[in-house]
Structure formats: structure tokens, C-alpha cells
């Protein structure tokens, strides 16, 4: 499903894919599926960051 994603987003002409995860969710996922991490947010409390993730769709 993710990678049908990105590519009908290649197919529509998209140059880059973007979303956002919590520490206690999934970012390790996104990393695995060659995401890069472009801002975190750290202000959320208990040790909770966001990470805002981008992926050049070729």
C-alpha cells in the first residue's frame, strides 16, 4: 500500500513524498523505506519528539 503511494504520486508528477511521525509511533519505519528526517520538534513533554520526514520520488 505505502509503495503504491508513492508510486501513483511519481505517475501524477510528484518530485517529493512528506509526513510526520512521534517518537512512539513509527519512525524507524520511514527511515527504513529511505525517508530522511528534515525537522524535529522537541517541545513535547515527557521526551516526545515529532519528526517531519521527505523522500525524493524519482
Request: hydrophobic share 30%; net charge neutral; charged share 30%.
Amino acid at each position: 500500500m505505502f509503495n503504491e503511494a508513492e508510486r501513483l504520486g511519481k505517475e501524477l508528477g510528484c518530485t517529493f513524498a512528506h509526513t510526520c511521525t512521534f517518537t512512539y509511533q513509527s519512525p524507524e519505519f520511514y527511515k527504513n523505506m529511505g525517508y530522511e528526517v528534515f525537522g524535529v520538534n522537541d517541545e513535547y513533554p515527557d521526551g516526545i519528539k515529532q519528526y517531519f520526514f521527505k523522500k525524493k520520488l524519482k
